[in-house]
Each structure stands twice: as C-alpha cells, then as structure tokens.
C-alpha cells in the first residue's frame, strides 16, 4: 500500500511473487459473481468454556515447535519485518484516503493498511506512514498542512480502480485520474474530496502526528503515526438500517489486506453472543471450576 512503506523500498521487497503475474492470474478461476455475504455456523457450536481451541485444531498442530525471531538480528535488513508482519497482522482494514492541498491544486488518493478505527466517542482513526515529517509523502504532506481528510472504505465494486492509486505518481498528479474514480465534493466540515463509489465515508480533522525513531538506525526518523478524528459520516442509503447505527455487509463487501499484493474478499460471516460473566461461566463458582479442570488437565 502506498502509505505503508516507500516506493524506494519497493525494489528491496519484492512484494510481487511472480515474474509474469498476468500469465498467473490468467490460470486462476473467474470472480465468482454468485458470492454473496452469509452466515454460518461457528467450527465448533457446541464449543464449552475452557475448552481451549476448537476442532479445527488438530493434535499434530500442538506438537509443532514455534521459531523466534529478533527483528533486529544481525544481517536482518528491515524489509524483512515488514513482509513478516503485513503477512501476519490479518486481515487488515484499508483506509482509503482522499487528501488536497491547502490552496486546492494538489489532489491525493491512496490506500492504507496501516489503518483501524480506535474509539468511537469522539470517533478516532489511526494511519500509519512509514518515513517521517521532514520529507513527507504526498498523503501526509496534504493532512499535516491541510488537517483534514476523508477516508473511505474500499468495496469489491472498485479495487481494482482503488489499488491503482497506490501508484508511484509525483505530488502533484492526482490518484483520481489514474483510478477513474468519483471526486465528490460535497462535505460539510473538510474540503477534501469523498470518493463517489465508496458505501461508507468519514470526514476527519488531524488530531495529531507523531514520529518515531528507528530502533536500527538511532537517530533516523522511520515512521510517523497520525490520529484522526472523524466529524461526519456517509452511508450510501441501502446500506444503513433504520436507526442509521448499523451498515449491512453484503452492501457494503469490504476488501481486506492480507500479505504481499493479496487483497481478501469477506463473503462469510459468524455470530458469537458477548459473554456474561455470572450468567454464562457461571460466577466465581464457575470459574473456580474451570481454573480447577484446566489446572489437572
């Protein structure tokens, strides 16, 4: 993703797999347009509190050792934490990000998977930049000075379109027009752009940026982290159910981030009630009984 790490870094990465990705992509089975969100069951329904991992948890998995790994290992370049973690840290929400300049003549649009929602009261987003203030990207140069933004939620619908804004393109040249996707300036407290074909959309005021140093090269600003405040929403309208407090899935088909150029599409669902604590362990009886049974196993 375009904000997840620099386009000079790209070469060292090698995020890409395949010499010919085209020829791969043309071997694998179409789209499947007949996809639509469902629920299923859990792996287990009958699953009992301290029962540990469900079934899918085969006996062979608890006799594999784990490796350890020091990030900063003699001879590790730093790439290799990235490829680790962007593989592991799944699936990732992207914040698909619509940026300007203070004065309106530069226009950015990018995605981010360095990206989550982190309260809701006031609203609070965080986005992750690897590099740093002094020599900014496009994304985070247009927010540090503007203080605002608008981030979108990347559907099926167009992540083709959205991906292509993670292109390598001087500041300057709009994301818009390399996408082909919708500008529509129609927000109440920022003047960035929404994008058009996004079901879900935030306007958002910086709240704060903040750098951080580089662990392996004292001294070198590597990474900066930006909090966000959200002050509007959008919801496309067959989208929001009548109390406008809940956003259905298969309207909304959101694209996760998995490792490498993988991208994830959700199509399955499951529901799981919150548990009560007296009513379902069963008190402090409860627990002690349980602590008692895991404690002989």
């Not at 070198?220 to 930006?226: A, F, P, R, S």
């Not at 599409?265 to 402090?284: A, H, Q, S, W, Y």
Request: proline share 7%; net charge negative.
């Amino acid at each position: 993703m375009s904000g997840s790490i620099s386009t000079e870094s790209e070469k060292l990465i090698q995020r890409n797999p395949h010499p010919d990705f085209k020829k791969v992509e043309e071997s694998r089975p179409d789209w499947d347009t007949s996809a639509a969100f469902r629920y299923t069951k859990t792996a287990d329904p009958s699953w009992q509190f301290g029962g540990g991992a469900n079934k899918l948890h085969a006996a062979e998995d608890a006799a594999k050792k784990h490796v350890t790994i020091d990030p900063y290992e003699p001879g590790r370049p730093a790439p290799f934490n990235y490829k680790l973690l962007i593989s592991s840290i799944v699936p990732r929400p992207i914040g698909f990000v619509s940026t300007r300049s203070p004065d309106g003549s530069a226009t950015n649009l990018a995605p981010f998977s360095y990206f989550n929602m982190v309260n809701h009261d006031p609203p609070l987003f965080v986005l992750g930049f690897a590099g740093n203030l002094e020599r900014p990207k496009d994304t985070l140069k247009n927010l540090v000075e503007s203080k605002e933004c608008v981030v979108n939620i990347i559907s099926e619908q167009f992540v083709e379109a959205a991906n292509a804004t993670s292109v390598d393109a001087p500041y300057g040249a709009s994301e818009w027009d390399v996408s082909g996707l919708t500008p529509v300036s129609d927000c109440h407290e920022v003047k960035a752009a929404r994008v058009g074909e996004a079901v879900f959309s935030v306007e958002c005021k910086l709240e704060s940026a903040r750098e951080f140093e580089s662990r392996a090269t004292p001294g070198k600003k590597t990474g900066v982290l930006v909090v966000l405040e959200g002050v509007r929403f959008w919801v496309r309208e067959d989208a929001i159910n009548e109390e406008r407090n809940l956003v259905a899935p298969e309207v909304l088909r959101p694209m996760s981030r998995l490792g490498g150029i993988t991208y994830g599409r959700l199509t399955e669902g499951l529901e799981i009630p919150r548990p009560v604590f007296e009513k379902d362990v069963g008190g402090m009886e409860g627990y002690e009984k349980l602590k008692s049974n895991n404690s002989s196993a």
